[in-house]
């Protein structure tokens, strides 16, 4: 009885140290005084002279007009103002194609939560059927819409609702 409980006791801790071995990396990191060669760093890890990775999160904050599209009261029209940003956000996606987004889309707090959530949606549906217009493929581009439930800026006045009433781009990593 002894002998057996020991075995148990052993062929546990070996089920438990092996489920905590470190696996094999699938990229090595170069042996040091070894050099690189260079890519487009999509993907990568690669970074550039700011020390930003290109194609990630940080590196479309620096490159596109902004990652946000304001909207009109009730409204889910793209305007003038919309399209140039969102025509620097398909350009950056276009430049890094294995990249996928999330559009949100915000309201105010006016109105209920059901219509806010259907309003967001709209917003957010309307930019993502720009950025396909322009080139983008829709399979990288999925939507979703938190209505009223968080918003930029709190206060009840004209500048907060503005403010609140958009959608968002959002890189995934």
Request: charge should be positive; charged fraction near 20%; aromatic fraction near 6%.
């Amino acid at each position: 009885m002894a002998k057996l409980t020991s075995k148990l006791i052993v062929a546990a801790a070996l089920v438990a140290t092996a489920g905590c071995a470190k696996k094999r990396p699938e990229v090595l990191p170069p042996a040091p005084g070894e050099t690189v060669a260079p890519t487009d760093g999509a993907g990568t890890g690669a970074q550039t002279g700011t020390g930003v990775v290109p194609g990630s999160r940080e590196d479309f904050q620096q490159s596109v007009a902004s990652d946000t599209v304001n909207f009109a009261l009730d409204s889910y029209d793209i305007d003038p103002q919309a399209r140039s940003i969102l025509d620097s956000q398909a350009a950056w996606l276009q430049r890094y194609p294995n990249v996928r987004v999330t559009i949100e889309g915000h309201a105010d707090e006016r109105g209920t939560r059901e219509y806010n959530l259907a309003l967001g949606d709209r917003r957010a549906n309307a930019a993502s059927n720009y950025l396909a217009a322009r080139g983008v493929s829709a399979a990288r581009i999925t939507t979703i819409s938190y209505g009223k439930e968080r918003p930029l800026a709190l206060g009840s006045d004209e500048s907060s609702y503005a403010k609140n009433r958009r959608a968002v781009t959002v890189v995934l990593q």
